[in-house]
């Protein structure tokens, strides 16, 4: 599972990619990438493996709730609506 959530600020968009993976060992990998939408490479990843999928998927609805609190939205999405159905994917 990929989300993508975008935002702009000071007239460059920003992105904010969140994958959530299961490895080999039955565990869950949450990898985050981040930067601007003109650079080919990310500007920062941040990988956290978790013992479970669930820990993993209320890691991601922390992380989804923090970043549109910050103002990044799916792309197309309105400012208000987004949220609860990443979430409701999500599980």
């Known amino acids: 599972m990929v989300t993508i959530l975008y935002r702009t600020l000071n ?8 994958q959530l993976l299961p ?3 039955g ?7 981040y930067g601007s939408v003109n650079n080919h490479k990310p500007t ?3 990988r956290n493996v978790y013992e479970t999928i669930q ?11 923090k970043k549109y609190k910050r103002g990044y ?17 999500l599980c």
């Open 23 to 25: 490895t080999l060992f």
């Open 27 to 33: 565990e869950a990998l949450v990898i985050r990438s």
């Open 73 to 89: 939205r799916l792309k197309g999405k309105p400012m208000t609506t987004g949220l609860e159905e990443e979430k409701e994917r």
């Open 11 to 18: 007239h460059k968009e920003r992105y904010y990619s969140i």
């Open 44 to 46: 920062g990843e941040i």
């Open 55 to 65: 820990e993993a998927h209320s890691s991601v609805s922390v992380l989804l709730s």
